[in-house]
């Protein structure tokens, strides 16, 4: 019996070692009755939840991953640093080397929220280094003489966790909230960056075509061979949203299961999304 344990131990230190070390590059294909033909072919590259991983001296081994392409838009979605990080110089650069790919935007994760006036300095750093930060506001991308919108949508830290540091009974992200913190939807297609997947019905009620999430890390745990993931950042088992490409009500969301954390049998991913008119011209 101490044999089996030991077996079993051994195999999961393993899967864990590879887990954590290995870095993937996944590509998701969109289907968008809402974007213009002229449009068709959108491509973005998303990444999220960093944390303190480094993959290398200045995270060369996690650049170098990235497929070597021009990008309409480049999303971080958040969590770029943990709570308790200080320094920030590095990450700056990280950012400024990730925007050669194309116009590049970022959004706060819970822990820049958590972290307070540092998280405030690391946005503020970022825009200073031409990086577009979007805090429940609006910005442009083109797509071949398109324009198309994108939004920031900076969730509440209640949306994370109580006031007493509890995870017990939080709200959900609702229409209302959106209406109340980000500028009107227009008639254009439009992108939300938003930190946290569980607003999904909430985003694509808003009127989001293509919601691009992060925060659950792929569920920390991923059952192996399934998509299956086991826990969500707020202790719960078997979140609804944890990884890959959603769907409801011709509405998209894509959720990167990050970068940075502990994670096992769920690797460290950067996501490439490719957006199609239901009737590209001439394709």
């Not at 998280?119 to 609006?138: C, D, F, H, P, Y």
């Not at 995870?167 to 297609?189: C, E, G, M, N, V």
């Not at 659950?216 to 707020?234: K, Q, Y």
Request: charged share 25%.
């Amino acid at each position: 019996m101490k044999g089996i344990f030991a077996a079993a131990a051994a195999v999961i230190t393993a899967a864990a070692a590879a887990s954590n070390l290995k870095l993937t590059a996944e590509n998701f294909r969109v289907i968008s009755g809402s974007l213009p033909e002229q449009a068709d072919g959108l491509k973005i590259l998303h990444l999220s939840d960093l944390h303190k991983k480094k993959f290398g001296k200045n995270y060369h081994r996690l650049l170098n991953k990235i497929p070597d392409e021009k990008y309409d838009a480049v999303c971080f979605t958040g969590d770029l640093i943990s709570r308790s990080e200080r320094q920030f110089s590095q990450k700056i650069d990280f950012m400024k080397r990730l925007s050669r790919f194309g116009p590049t935007f970022f959004i706060a994760g819970n822990h820049e929220l958590d972290a307070g006036k540092y998280g405030e300095m690391l946005m503020k750093e970022l825009q200073n280094a031409g990086i577009t930060v979007l805090r429940n506001s609006r910005s442009e991308i083109t797509k071949n003489g398109v324009k198309l919108d994108i939004f920031g949508y900076e969730g509440e830290k209640r949306f994370f966790v109580n006031e007493n540091g509890s995870h017990l009974k939080l709200p959900k992200i609702t229409l209302s909230d959106l209406q109340r913190s980000l500028p009107a939807k227009t008639d254009r297609f439009t992108v939300l960056l938003a930190h946290s997947p569980f607003g999904f019905d909430a985003y694509s009620q808003w009127g989001a075509d293509l919601s691009l999430c992060g925060h659950v890390h792929g569920g920390a745990v991923r059952i192996p061979f399934t998509n299956v993931g086991v826990l969500s950042p707020e202790r719960k088992f078997f979140p609804k949203y944890s990884s890959g490409l959603y769907e409801k009500n011709g509405k998209a969301m894509v959720v990167s299961t990050g970068i940075g954390k502990l994670r096992l049998f769920t690797c460290s991913s950067i996501t490439v999304v490719t957006v199609r008119s239901k009737n590209p011209g001439g394709v």
